[in-house]
């Protein structure tokens, strides 16, 4: 095992022995193997004409895949032993139509192993797992490139799934992931070459989020500033996590008239902002607080948990018999909602079954946070916001996207928060924003000082709104705008938003609370030199440094 894939990996330099997210030596090299046979099928496919209906089975395969192998979304060594069988059988096939297309024999002679490596023994799985680690790339730069797009293909993976299941698909991002995964096995390629490759995976990751942005805003209306209920009522309630939009609306029709509520948590916070779920009265509100605190905030829910996506932490035993998983999450031991077959919805009456029979939710604050403020709502107050700049009352906005997590330096964010001057706004997007959503910022004007987007995905909203005050200001370049970027990662999802923001030509971003571990020097002072990328300090100094840009 070797996995530095996330803004938790050992030490700073990766987890050997067990993940510090729980995932376990096992589930870890099962991963590696998994992604090695998807380099594979995707090297078979992408100079072969597949017929349609296989050539989405391999794309909807390996955004599934992918997705699977993202932090905190899924435990289960028996699931990647399937998907790697899955995997396996997939390629088969499209060797097939590889065979029929490709029949001179050099070709068949530079066939990479990970198109030819085959076995149906789970022991042979853990044998090859170490020799297609992440460390089988010697050259510690090549490495750290293949890593990050790999990384950023993962987060583009999380995004195309959900909107993929709105039927939102795009076959040039299909296609981009498979020639992407390809090239991480190519020994030929330069670092110069990688680079690029790197700044088209960005490319692609704006086209992900967009079509995300669609899917969502076409199915669910444009999200609405809302104020949200952090309180709790006096009924059994299910708690619902992760980012599946999708899950959420079938569990919301399902739980109607049956005496149950539906609280969001963590990332599903937003959901609240989108206009097709607030005819629901029985969708309460947001209980708790960013994925990390759940062991303890769980057990006072009472209710049954329900996690989408990532991110789940082991569970504890005082709610194991009312967590449940469903989609690319999976945790041993933890039941899991089984998928929809022919379009029909997911079967959630085991939940609302057990939900009847507990305790309504321990209140664990009252009050309301606000949100909504995704590209629509703030483009239908533009004059307002343009205004405020030309009369100086927003002299600043900060970028405080991304995502929050366990380590104590995180506190930074908070701090941070409450020491920007009052002139300044911060928009965000992504669970990052717990760090500071339930602080009383005030406001500008009417113009509250945090305005949350959504999502991690909804990170491309800020984008759009960046564009559009581009726009307005008639300005060259995106980055004359009086926008600082002080992002927060933990996970993939991150990283494809990063690589997104950085194809946009977005300079001077500052990524804490540690740099990724998967970067190596060298590539790490490419970001350096040729994006102005920055680590964080402390409060005082980062802020010093980010005002003198006023
Ligand atoms: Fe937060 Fe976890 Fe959103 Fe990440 S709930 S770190 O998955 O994607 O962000
Ligand atoms: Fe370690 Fe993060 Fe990998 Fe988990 S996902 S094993 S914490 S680097």
């Known amino acids: 095992m070797f996995c530095f894939q996330c803004q938790e990996a050992s030490k700073g330099v990766g987890c050997t022995i067990v993940g510090v997210c729980g995932k376990t030596y096992d589930v870890a090299n099962l991963q590696d193997l998994l992604i090695f046979v998807l380099k594979g099928i995707s090297f078979l496919s992408i100079d072969t004409e597949l017929p349609e209906a296989l050539e989405r089975r391999v794309s909807v395969f390996i955004m599934d895949s992918l997705f699977a192998t993202i932090t905190n979304a899924n435990f289960d060594q028996d699931v990647f032993v399937a998907k790697i069988r899955d995997a396996l059988a997939l390629r088969t096939q499209v060797q097939q139509h590889w065979d029929h297309q490709h029949s001179d024999p050099v070709s068949k002679m530079k066939l990479p192993d990970a198109a030819i490596w085959h076995s149906n023994d789970e022991e042979a799985f853990d044998a090859k797992a170490k020799q297609v680690g992440v460390l089988n790339t010697e050259d510690a730069d090549i490495r750290s490139l293949r890593e990050l797009i790999t990384y950023g293909l993962k987060g583009m993976a999380a995004y195309t799934y959900h909107a993929f299941q709105l039927n939102h698909t795009k076959r040039e991002v299909d296609q981009f992931m498979r020639q992407a995964l390809a090239a991480t096995l190519d020994d030929s390629l330069t670092a110069d070459q990688l680079v690029a490759l790197v700044m088209e995976t960005g490319k692609f990751g704006v086209d992900a989020m967009s079509l995300l942005d669609q899917a969502n805003t076409s199915t669910y209306g444009h999200p609405e500033i809302t104020k949200v209920n952090i309180g709790v009522r006096n009924r059994p309630g299910i708690l619902i996590s992760g980012h599946d939009l999708k899950d959420l609306e079938e569990l919301l029709q399902q739980t109607e008239g049956t005496g149950v509520d539906v609280y969001t948590h963590s990332e599903m916070l937003p959901a609240h902002y989108y206009p097709a779920f607030?005819?629901?009265?029985?969708?309460?509100?947001?209980?708790?607080?960013?994925?990390?605190?759940?062991?303890?905030?769980?057990?006072?829910?009472?209710?049954?948990?329900?996690?989408?996506?990532?991110?789940?932490?082991?569970?504890?035993?005082?709610?194991?018999?009312?967590?449940?998983?469903?989609?690319?999450?999976?945790?041993?031991?933890?039941?899991?909602?089984?998928?929809?077959?022919?379009?029909?919805?997911?079967?959630?009456?085991?939940?609302?079954?057990?939900?009847?029979?507990?305790?309504?939710?321990?209140?664990?604050?009252?009050?309301?946070?606000?949100?909504?403020?995704?590209?629509?709502?703030?483009?239908?107050?533009?004059?307002?916001?343009?205004?405020?700049?030309?009369?100086?009352?927003?002299?600043?906005?900060?970028?405080?996207?991304?995502?929050?997590?366990?380590?104590?330096?995180?506190?930074?964010?908070?701090?941070?928060?409450?020491?920007?001057?009052?002139?300044?706004?911060?928009?965000?997007?992504?669970?990052?924003?717990?760090?500071?959503?339930?602080?009383?910022?005030?406001?500008?004007?009417?113009?509250?000082?945090?305005?949350d987007a959504g999502q991690c995905n909804d990170s491309y909203s800020l984008v759009v709104i960046a564009l559009k005050l581009k726009e307005i200001f008639g300005l060259e370049d995106i980055n004359e705008l009086p926008i600082s970027y002080n992002i927060a990662w933990y996970e993939q999802k991150a990283v494809i938003v990063l690589l997104a923001l950085l194809y946009l030509g977005v300079k001077n971003i500052h990524l804490g609370p540690t740099l990724p571990a998967f970067l190596s020097p060298n590539v790490a002072n490419v970001l350096v030199d040729q994006f102005g990328i920055g680590g964080i300090t402390n409060v005082e100094d980062d802020m010093e440094m980010f005002l003198e840009a006023y």
Not at 328 to 339: D, L, R
Not at 388 to 403: E, N, P
């Open 278 to 451: 607030k005819k629901y009265d029985h969708f309460v509100g947001n209980y708790g607080n960013a994925w990390w605190k759940q062991a303890s905030e769980f057990d006072d829910f009472n209710g049954p948990i329900l996690m989408t996506t990532n991110c789940i932490v082991p569970p504890k035993p005082s709610y194991l018999n009312r967590i449940f998983t469903t989609g690319n999450t999976g945790y041993p031991g933890v039941q899991h909602i089984p998928e929809s077959i022919d379009g029909k919805p997911k079967d959630y009456s085991e939940i609302i079954a057990l939900a009847k029979q507990c305790a309504p939710p321990i209140e664990l604050e009252t009050g309301e946070i606000v949100g909504g403020f995704a590209h629509n709502t703030v483009t239908s107050i533009a004059d307002q916001v343009v205004e405020a700049v030309k009369t100086g009352d927003i002299q600043r906005f900060f970028v405080m996207a991304g995502c929050d997590g366990r380590m104590k330096s995180r506190q930074y964010y908070t701090e941070f928060a409450q020491q920007l001057p009052r002139d300044t706004v911060i928009l965000t997007a992504g669970c990052a924003k717990y760090k500071y959503n339930k602080l009383d910022l005030g406001d500008i004007g009417g113009i509250p000082r945090v305005l």
